[in-house]
């Protein structure tokens, strides 16, 4: 299990081709709150200002659980996470209104990754809109889900290479 705070800097792929929103601002922050009218848990945000968004570092872009899914026998993809803004191109959690409308998601969630069928979000429909979401795992065509953490940091620490699963 990684620490969190290694993971601001090794979590990244720098090579990928997934562009990162511009450099995260308190401004931005604040807007995205408003406009998605929810607390975005620290630890994203405190990730989402090393860099904000892009591609995962090839080992730490798996989530193990306890069972199969659609997309694997033991684990999540986690592949990229979105960043804050609006670059062309690119989804960002400001898209999950969108998004959970067009997938037939549940509202109260957050987007961070995925692109459809399958989405991982900050889930707050157990906590509320000021409180500390789990990560769930969304798949919108077996209109199934699943927790695989009670929050965004612990779901991080977690992370593992998908190569060393199944």
Request: with cysteine; net charge negative; proline share 8%.
């Amino acid at each position: 299990m990684a620490r969190f705070e290694d993971l601001r800097y090794s979590l990244w792929d720098t090579g990928g081709g997934y562009t990162a929103q511009p450099p995260l601002t308190e401004e931005a922050i604040a807007k995205a709150q408003r406009l998605l009218d929810v607390t975005l848990p620290d630890s994203l945000l405190d990730l989402l200002r090393h860099r904000n968004g892009g591609e995962v570092a090839k080992d730490w872009n798996a989530f193990p659980v306890g069972g199969p899914t659609s997309w694997s026998t033991d684990h999540v993809p986690f592949d990229r996470v979105m960043g804050i803004g609006g670059r062309e191109g690119t989804l960002s959690p400001l898209d999950s209104p969108y998004l959970v409308g067009e997938w037939g998601l549940p509202a109260g969630v957050v987007l961070v990754s995925g692109d459809g069928p399958c989405w991982t979000g900050l889930d707050h429909r157990a906590r509320g809109r000021a409180g500390e979401p789990s990560m769930t795992w969304f798949e919108a065509d077996l209109n199934t889900e699943l927790v695989p953490a009670p929050d965004f940091r612990s779901f991080v620490e977690g992370l593992t290479a998908a190569r060393d699963l199944e």
